[in-house]
């Protein structure tokens, strides 16, 4: 059984950054297609990015392009979401989540099979 476990949410400025890493044990993680999602509570969860086993091969939600970047150390067994040029509507509880290795429903959070407990990210105006 897969297992995820998210790290480095914190509380930001605008315009402050961060990395997210998602520690995947119990598998491999270039097994998986591999996403990252946020949800503020009472609102459904969102897309943020994800990307395949091929690590060529990212998607993004318009909302986080050019401000995001999603990576995988295969080495680490890890996945990041660099998070740059932080706004207030981007605070929410991030998600990891693991899905098939070969599928191209990337954005919907029903592609995905395992999930992590979250991470809080709070930017402050």
């Known amino acids: 059984q897969v ?33 990252w999602f946020r949800q503020v509570a009472g609102k459904e969860r969102e897309f943020v990015a994800a990307i395949s086993w091929s690590p060529s091969r990212t998607d ?16 680490k067994n890890t996945i990041y979401l660099q998070v740059n040029s932080l706004k207030p509507e981007d605070t929410a509880v991030y998600y990891c989540a693991a899905g098939p290795k070969y599928t191209i429903a990337v954005t919907l959070a029903t592609t995905y099979t395992n999930w992590g407990q979250g991470t809080q990210v709070t930017v402050s105006s």
């Open 60 to 75: 993004y939600a318009d909302s986080v392009k050019g401000r995001f970047t999603i990576s995988r150390d295969n080495a």
């Open 3 to 35: 297992q995820l476990v998210e790290s480095g949410g914190g509380l930001v400025q605008t315009g402050g950054s961060l990395r997210l890493s998602c520690a995947v044990s119990g598998s491999t993680v270039s097994m998986y297609t591999m996403g």
